[in-house]
């Protein structure tokens, strides 16, 4: 190869290179969630969206990327004095998105750190009109007295702070043992409340319990009294009615008796005949003295049997 086909290859691999990184400083690929600033001559030019952008080499370049995601910052350890003069030890975190990338940019020349610092000043001036008691019982209230302090400054920083949260507070060593003592004591005193408390309960439950089941015997004694009430009633009920339906009967048959005689026709000395079987039977018996009626004994006579009866009383060793 001659000296110049040697040339001319040399010339065509730089003018390659020179076309590739042309092309690698035009094409910019922004990713997901993220701005990047490009500036033209030292000045603000436009900001790339995320995907494949193209921008003039050796011109325009990319000053920075902003990530649009909310971000988390931990501010270090801030020593305060409290309204009592305590002096405690805070840890915040605050949260934030870039809601204008300029202003972020251009604003501000390091916005976190910004952030921070305001975080540490308001921190004492919010725990400074703040006691211990309160500081530690009011940690949604710091939070949001910090994050309104921020929002009026961070406005202009095209910045929003989302959150502000307290981590943690550490009071004072000998403070620290105090509340463990008061807390220890609040609890017995607690734990003596709910006991005494359970304690006159039962004593409430026992008293009610004992009330009903001696409502609940007087109530069974009176029902009871009131069921052999009934029963006793019901007896003599059923003892006199079936008395006078054995009276009733008794009437009955001797009423039908005396209509079955008086339908048969019979006359006085069968009347009287059968008068005399029944003295005759009554004599058999084991009484030693019967009683006839007067009309009884005559109709007796007058039939000529009476001396049949006596002689039968006689050898019976009755008396008449």
Known sequence: MSGSGITGLIILIIVVLIILLVVARSVKIVGQQTIAIVERF?????????????????????KRTIDLRTQQVTVPKQEVITRD???INIETVFFYTVIDPKQATYNIQNFVQGIQNI?????????????????L??????????????????ETWGVRIDRVEVIDIHPPTEIQASMEKQMKAEREKRANILQAEGERQAAILRAE????????????????????????????VLEANGRAEGIRLVAVGERNRIEML???????????????EALSNMAQGPASTI???????????????????????????DQL
């Not at 019982?137 to 961070?154: A, F, K, M, P, Y």
């Not at 319990?209 to 019901?234: C, D, H, M, S």
């Not at 006579?301 to 050898?315: R, T, Y």
């Open 42 to 62: 030292g000045r603000f030019h436009k900001a790339l969206n995320p995907g494949l952008n193209i921008i003039f080499p050796f011109i325009d370049r990319v």
């Open 85 to 87: 003069n305590v002096n």
């Open 119 to 135: 975080t540490a000043s308001n921190i004492r001036q919010v725990v400074g009109h703040m006691e211990l008691d309160e500081t």
């Open 137 to 154: 019982s009011g940690r949604d209230r710091i939070s949001l007295e910090l994050r309104q302090s921020l929002d009026e400054v961070t």
């Open 209 to 236: 319990g004992e009330k009903q089941a001696t409502i609940l015997r007087a109530e069974a004694e009176k029902e009871a009294n009131i069921r052999r009430a009934e029963g006793v009633q019901q007896a003599i």
């Open 262 to 276: 008086a339908a048969a026709g019979l006359d006085e000395k069968v009347l009287a005949f059968q008068s005399f």
């Open 291 to 317: 009683f006839i009626p007067s009309g009884a004994v005559n109709t007796l006579a007058s039939l000529g049997a009476i001396s049949k009866v006596f002689q039968a009383a006689q050898e019976g060793g």
